[in-house]
């Protein structure tokens, strides 16, 4: 099994053609999973996979996670992610474990927004949609 470490850097950072870049930061000591940006190059779809089984392995030694999700754009396989993730999360918090979503869209990006909304409905733990304009993300330096 390849862990994230070993496909990418610690702090992923995928390009496309426009140089859109997306970026996951995985804070484990911290509880903490950071994805934002781009997500749109078939090539996270492996990335995605590892990252879903690494945060399983995590929720299985430790109390909980949270999760900031700041998506500019993303694709189906990022949408096939979210749904695992939110099942894997759904099964952590009936176990009695910590679990939280903050999704962050920017101001002028309703689907994204209403995406979040939709997501929201799908999950048995907190799951916060808010503007970015609104919301600081947490920094763990």
């Known amino acids: 099994m390849n862990t994230l470490a070993q496909l990418t850097p610690?702090?992923?950072?995928?390009?496309?053609d426009n140089?859109?870049?997306?970026?996951?930061?995985?804070?484990?000591?911290k509880n903490f999973l950071s994805i934002k940006g781009w997500s749109v190059t078939?090539?996270?779809?492996?990335?995605?996979s590892v990252l879903l089984e690494e945060i399983q392995e995590h929720l299985a030694t430790r109390e909980g996670i949270t999760i900031n999700l700041g998506y500019e754009v993303f694709n189906t396989w990022t949408t096939q992610f979210l749904f695992k993730a939110i099942k894997t999360l759904?099964?952590?918090?009936?176990?009695?474990?910590?679990?939280a979503i903050?999704?962050?869209?920017?101001?002028?990006?309703?689907?994204?927004?209403?995406?979040?909304?939709d997501?929201?409905?799908?999950?048995?733990?907190?799951?916060r949609v808010s503007l970015e304009h609104h919301?600081?993300?947490?920094?763990?330096n």
Do not use: R
């Not at 140089?19 to 000591?29: G, T, V």
């Not at 997501?119 to 799951?127: I, P, S, V």
């Not at 919301?135 to 763990?140: E, Q």
């Open 10 to 16: 610690a702090n992923i950072s995928s390009t496309t």
């Open 42 to 48: 078939p090539e996270l779809q492996i990335v995605y």
């Open 119 to 127: 997501l929201q409905g799908l999950c048995d733990f907190d799951f």
């Open 19 to 29: 140089q859109k870049l997306l970026s996951i930061n995985f804070l484990e000591k």
């Open 135 to 140: 919301t600081i993300f947490p920094s763990f």
């Open 102 to 117: 903050n999704w962050v869209t920017k101001e002028n990006n309703i689907e994204l927004y209403e995406m979040g909304m």
């Open 90 to 99: 759904n099964t952590a918090a009936a176990q009695g474990k910590h679990v």
